[in-house]
């Protein structure tokens, strides 16, 4: 049975709020298990117009589960999307509040700021490059507000794909003739590697998770705003990260962005 709006409403009332206060809640198909993918993208709308409402500026979208090892681990086969907020960006090397966060996980990827608004169906990996103004290294913190990270489809998207900060480095480079598939990636916390990897763990090359973006936003009559930070999707596995950690993040031929946990 499809829920009503007013439940839905109520169920992005519930992750707004756990956000707020920075407090973790059980997966919403506990009390919900009719909530299906679709609806639950229809919460993560609710949200965002929640957040709107309180004056958060949209900055940009995200892709999530773009890996083929964590669609495998999640039982899934496909990615998922999400939005970024203004309040979600956080300034090169800036400082991150560890205790507005439950959880925090850092990811490596690569971002996309959209020169030209992008529209499906059918979206090309060539169509996304050609509408790059510029490539930039990104760093991605995740904080379910699920108990230890458990969640299922509906209820992560729902919780807009763990969506909390990211950080992108502040020198533009542009996606001419680049070579995304096997662009290189390092990020260290606290000055030792943790994770490698290269472009091609995201769908093969992170440019078709945009063009993957674009389609998914035209199945629910919406677009990609020219002028939108894309976050492509974890290049790497996710790091548990808190207080005193120093994470940075360098991509071949990007250069580098980095965040400090407080
Ligand atoms: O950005 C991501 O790939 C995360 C998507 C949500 C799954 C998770 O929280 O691990
Ligand atoms: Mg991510």
Redesign the pocket.
Known sequence: MSLSNDTIESIAALLHDAERDVRDVVKVTDAQPDLTTERAYDVQDALRARKLARGVRLVGM?????SYA?MAQ?GVDTP?Y?FLGSDNAVDDGAAVETSALIHP?V?AEIAFVMRDALQGPDCSVEQVLAATECLLPAI?V?D?RYEN?R?DLPS?IADN???ARYVIGSKAASADGRDLESIGVVLEKNGQVVEVGAGAAVLGNPARAVAMLVDMLHARGQSLAAGSVV?S??ITA?VAVEAGDDVQVRIDGLGSTGLRFV
């Open positions: 995200k892709m999530g589960l773009t964590k999640m998922i999400g996980k990811e991605e995740i379910s990270f969640f992560v794909t763990s969506a976050l999707g974890a996710a």
